[in-house]
């Protein structure tokens, strides 16, 4: 009968990776066969093993450093401008080239441009030599044995010609670290195979192969291993013969079937078991056959933050380089986070700069959602002790993007349309090095991060229930003496999604009080929640008969997700997020959706970019494609 096997300790991660190096430095792990000898063509990028000197020197004769004559310079004394010298040729001077040997008998290069050739072969100076002048002597560059790099130093290209040049054409360099990466679980499919429930496709070894080549080691992915103690077993005993470092993706927690850490007991030492951070607290470290071994959490983002915290340092460390240190940057955060003491916990957050300061907005914080991690320009770390920060607080962030890129960023908070992730793809496509940066937080905070100077833009569709107006009204009470303008992005249909088919037989607000349906809800603040209230005052129906009333999604397609999954009979979105999911969509009415827009930010690069964008015909095809009406897209409506 399979156990748990329960982590009761969990300590901060510094201290975990530090029992895990000590433990390696004091086996010598980092000094047992890890150099080996390359072709210096094939050098860049690798570390040299030890200090390499020079074989020759370079040059290794006296080298004319300009073309012209080679002469004795005490045959040109003399000379001036009022008093010319001829040489004789052969005798007092030789024509030569740059990088020609230089005569045995000569001590100088009058370069061309000073000399003049008469027609009876001689030369004509106006002016004396100096002795070694325009010559390149032996060993100006390189001499022989001469420090050419110091140990530890990470071969550049202008190094593969300076080792070239001293003579070096083999090099000792540290040796890759190699990482065998074993991902685990019965449940786990490949890319493109065939998914049925509870089968999930195996992706974090690829994305953990390529992190190990950014940071300089030579991964190799093992076959998927079911959730066999024994299987497992094997291939760990296989893999620490022949791998510098082992990482075993899943069976890290408490589960019946999670074997890593029995299993680094078992076959060595189990260093760690726990570690306080959210995500990614059921981490093992330890080391089995003198090779560390490390145990990682099978959620995306536990595994690509655990992985980056322990297997990292480990490769710089096999390398013998400094750990490289992300820039950080203060941001003013849009946001309240709470976190739980006891774990450091890493938010995911985009930044952008709006005016003279940078914004951060948290993003979706689920140790399963990688797009998280593809989306987020930084992480902010929020500390053990700490119960979370404010919204309006100063914090620090780690950048994940250049910071370059950021700056160049438009910054658009509010309601969420497909129609912002086709805008982002063409700033993508016209102008190179900027996007489009959303944060979906509804339109009512998309208006908020425009008062408090912390978006560009604001994405917003606020239906006004008194005169059947959109937006307008919104802006004139939540930004009251700031002048500001809507540009008419699309008119979109709203609706009820439902299942193909519509098997409930869902036809209006009515049906959502049936005991048989559930619902799905947008959030607090988004348009689409104030236009569903607004239908149900009308109908005179309370909230609390909607089983589902309470359940919140932050954008149009994870309601429709959770409509196509089952997990909801029914949802409000729009009808371009019914196509793109094939699921049934009965309207109830039809909508502007606008960016607003601050109109002092009118005339700046970002918002030109914005504008040229709307007003592209090939922007404006691809939207209608998409079923929107761009009748009025680009038109303007000032507020004031």
């Given at each position: 009968m399979a156990t748990r096997n329960v982590y009761l300790k969990q300590i901060p991660w510094e201290e975990a990776l530090h029992k895990l190096q000590q433990k390696l430095h004091?086996?010598?792990?980092?000094?047992?066969?890890?150099?080996?000898?390359?072709?210096?063509?094939?050098?860049?990028?690798?570390?040299?093993?030890?200090?390499?000197?020079?074989?020759?020197?370079?040059?290794?004769?006296?080298?004319?450093?300009?073309?012209?004559?080679?002469?004795?310079?005490?045959?040109?004394?003399?000379?001036?401008?009022?008093?010319?010298?001829?040489?004789?040729?052969?005798?007092?001077?030789?024509?030569i080239d740059t990088g020609d040997p230089l005569p045995n008998d000569k001590d100088a290069v009058i370069k061309i441009e000073d000399v003049h050739l008469t027609e009876d072969g001689k030369a004509e100076i106006t002016a004396a030599a100096v002795p070694w002048q325009n010559v390149r002597p032996i060993g100006e560059d390189i001499v022989a044995t001469e420090m050419l790099l110091p140990a530890y130093h990470k071969i550049r290209p202008y190094d593969v010609g300076v080792l070239l040049a001293g003579g070096i054409t083999e090099v000792e360099v540290r040796k890759l670290p190699s990482v065998a990466i074993l991902p685990t679980g019965t449940e786990l499919v490949e890319p493109g195979d065939e998914l049925?429930?509870?089968?999930?496709?195996?992706?974090?070894?690829?994305?953990?192969?390529?992190?190990?080549?950014?940071?300089?080691?030579?991964?190799?992915?093992?076959?998927?291993?079911?959730?066999?103690?024994?299987?497992?077993?094997?291939k760990i005993e296989e893999a620490v013969k022949w791998c510098d470092i082992l990482v075993i993706n899943a069976g890290s927690s408490a589960g019946r079937e999670d074997y890593t850490a029995s299993l680094i007991r078992e076959l060595g030492?189990?260093?760690?078991?726990?570690?306080?951070?959210?995500?990614?607290?059921?981490?093992?470290?330890?080391?089995?056959?003198?090779?560390?071994?490390?145990?990682?959490?099978?959620?995306?983002v536990s595994a690509a933050i655990t992985f980056e915290l322990f297997v990292k340092p480990l490769i710089y460390s096999f390398l013998n380089q400094p750990l490289p240190r992300r820039?950080?940057?203060?941001?003013?955060?849009?946001?309240?986070?709470?976190?739980?003491?006891?774990s450091e916990e890493f938010v995911r957050v985009t930044v952008g700069e709006v005016g003279e300061k940078f914004v951060a907005a948290?993003?979706?914080?689920?140790?399963?959602?990688?797009?998280?991690?593809?989306?987020?320009?930084?992480?902010?770390?929020?500390?053990?002790?700490?119960?979370?920060?404010?919204a309006g607080e100063e914090v620090r962030v780690e950048l994940l993007r250049p910071l370059e890129e950021i700056k160049n960023a438009l910054h658009i908070v509010g309601s969420h349309d497909l129609s912002l992730d086709v805008l982002?793809?063409?700033?993508?496509?016209?102008?190179?090095?900027?996007?489009?940066?959303?944060?979906?937080?509804?339109?009512?905070?998309?208006?908020?991060?425009?008062?408090?100077?912390?978006?560009?833009?604001?994405?917003?569709?606020?239906?006004?229930p008194e005169t059947g107006e959109y937006n307008v009204s919104y802006v004139k009470k939540y930004l009251p003496g700031k002048r500001v303008k809507l540009v008419n992005l699309v008119y979109r249909e709203q609706g009820f999604l439902v299942q193909k088919g519509n098997p409930l037989s869902i036809q209006s607000i009515d049906d959502l009080t049936r005991p048989e349906v559930t619902y799905i809800n947008r959030q607090k603040g988004a348009g689409t929640r104030i236009l569903l209230d607004y239908l149900?005052?009308?109908?005179?129906?309370?909230?609390?008969?909607?089983?589902?009333?309470?359940?919140?999604?932050?954008?149009?397609?994870?309601?429709?997700?959770?409509?196509?999954?089952?997990?909801?009979?029914?949802?409000?979105?729009?009808?371009?997020?019914?196509?793109?999911?094939?699921?049934?969509?009965?309207?109830?009415?039809?909508?502007?959706?606008?960016?607003?827009i601050p109109e002092e930010l009118f005339g700046t690069e970002k918002i030109e970019r914005l504008l040229r964008i709307i007003n592209n015909p090939g922007f404006k095809s691809e939207l209608e494609k998409m079923g929107y009406d761009t009748s009025c897209l680009g038109e303007v409506i000032e507020c004031d």
């Open positions: 004091e086996d010598n792990y980092y000094e047992k066969n890890v150099t080996e000898k390359v072709p210096v063509p094939a050098a860049a990028g690798r570390v040299t093993a030890d200090a390499v000197y020079g074989k020759i020197s370079s040059p290794h004769y006296r080298a004319a450093a300009m073309d012209g004559i080679a002469v004795s310079s005490s045959d040109t004394f003399g000379a001036s401008e009022t008093s010319p010298i001829s040489l004789e040729a052969n005798t007092q001077f030789v024509e049925v429930p509870g089968s999930i496709i195996e992706y974090n070894s690829r994305v953990m192969a390529a992190m190990v080549s950014e940071w300089g080691g030579v991964s190799k992915r093992l076959p998927k291993t079911r959730d066999d103690y024994n299987e497992l077993k094997l030492e189990l260093l760690v078991h726990g570690v306080a951070i959210k995500p990614g607290k059921p981490v093992a470290l330890g080391v089995i056959n003198g090779k560390p071994v490390i145990g990682i959490p099978g959620f995306p820039e950080k940057v203060m941001c003013t955060l849009s946001r309240r986070i709470y976190s739980s003491l006891g948290p993003l979706g914080r689920g140790a399963g959602v990688i797009m998280s991690l593809a989306r987020a320009h930084g992480i902010l770390r929020v500390p053990r002790l700490s119960e979370g920060f404010e982002n793809d063409w700033m993508h496509r016209l102008f190179t090095g900027y996007e489009v940066s959303s944060a979906h937080v509804g339109s009512l905070g998309g208006l908020m991060a425009l008062k408090r100077g912390e978006a560009h833009a604001a994405g917003v569709h606020l239906l006004d149900l005052k009308k109908k005179g129906i309370s909230p609390r008969e909607i089983t589902g009333y309470n359940r919140e999604e932050f954008t149009h397609l994870n309601v429709g997700i959770a409509v196509k999954s089952g997990s909801a009979s029914c949802g409000m979105g729009i009808k371009t997020a019914a196509d793109a999911l094939d699921l049934d969509f009965i309207p109830v009415a039809k909508e502007r959706y606008d960016i607003c």
